[in-house]
T-cell receptor
Framework: DTGVSQNPRHKITKRGQNVTFRCDPISEHNRLYWYRQTLGQGPEFLTY????????KSRLLSDRFSAERPKGSFSTLEIQRTEQGDSAMYLC???????????FGPGTRLTVL | AQSVSQHNHHVILSEAASLELGCNYS??????LFWYVQYPGQHLQLLLKYFSGDPLVKGIKGFEAEFIKSKFSFNLRKPSVQWSDTAEYFCAVNGGGGFKTIFGAGTRLFVKA
């Protein structure tokens, strides 16, 4: 399968703990996106990478959130000191160029107790 | 700021009924438009896209959408739905070929067999 993969698929954590998610995009895609999706809503943009450069961060991404794409391939999203409001599905997508169709991974569902 | 509005949050149809899901967006310039679908237990996947040219675009599984620039709309249609079309449908707009794609809140379609 050469699609976008995400790990883990589910994460349950206690409030205040740190969590890290990983995304492996389609290999020939140099654009990578992170979204957050809550119940009854569409995906909300969090951040965007072109190769290893993080070019844009949404104001939704507080200081507790950080994303990296160190070698322009896989990416990680870390949430520090998790809060109950962080509970959501975190989606990763990749594309060949901006404005083009994005290919989504299965998501990581985070539950903060 | 870009925004996307999907008129119906839930739609219930019987098999063979016709489907039209409304989508309106706000953006003053050139847009790329998408419909994504999420089947139960699966990840988001592209249903169809519009970049330019013929405003009537055809996608997979018999779906089509019409871009009406004067109405800022991109409605999704299917002449005869099947039980397997039960899914959540998301309209998305990308302004000017930039990196940011904005998603609507989604429409949950349930098709009764």
């Amino acid at each position: 399968d050469t699609g976008v993969s995400q790990n883990p698929r589910h994460k349950i954590t206690k409030r205040g703990q740190n969590v890290t998610f990983r995304c492996d995009p389609i290999s020939e895609h140099n654009r990578l996106y992170w979204y957050r999706q809550t119940l009854g809503q569409g995906p909300e943009f969090l951040t965007y990478f072109q190769n290893e450069a993080q070019l844009e961060k949404s104001r939704l991404l507080s200081d507790r959130f950080s994303a990296e794409r160190p070698k322009g391939s896989f990416s990680t999203l870390e949430i520090q000191r998790t809060e109950q409001g962080d509970s959501a599905m975190y989606l990763c997508a990749s594309s060949q160029a901006p404005g083009r169709p994005q290919y989504f991974g299965p998501g990581t569902r985070l539950t903060v107790l | 700021a870009q925004s996307v509005s999907q008129h119906n949050h839930h739609v219930i149809l019987s098999e063979a009924a016709s489907l039209e899901l409304g989508c309106n967006y706000s953006y003053g310039g050139t847009v790329n438009l998408f419909w994504y679908v999420q089947y139960p237990g699966q990840h988001l996947q592209l249903l169809l896209k519009y970049f330019s040219g013929d405003p009537l675009v055809k996608g997979i599984k018999g779906f089509e959408a019409e871009f009406i620039k004067s109405k800022f709309s991109f409605n999704l249609r299917k002449p005869s739905v099947q039980w397997s079309d039960t899914a959540e449908y998301f309209c998305a707009v990308n302004g000017g070929g930039g990196f940011k794609t904005i998603f609507g809140a989604g429409t949950r379609l349930f098709v009764k067999a």
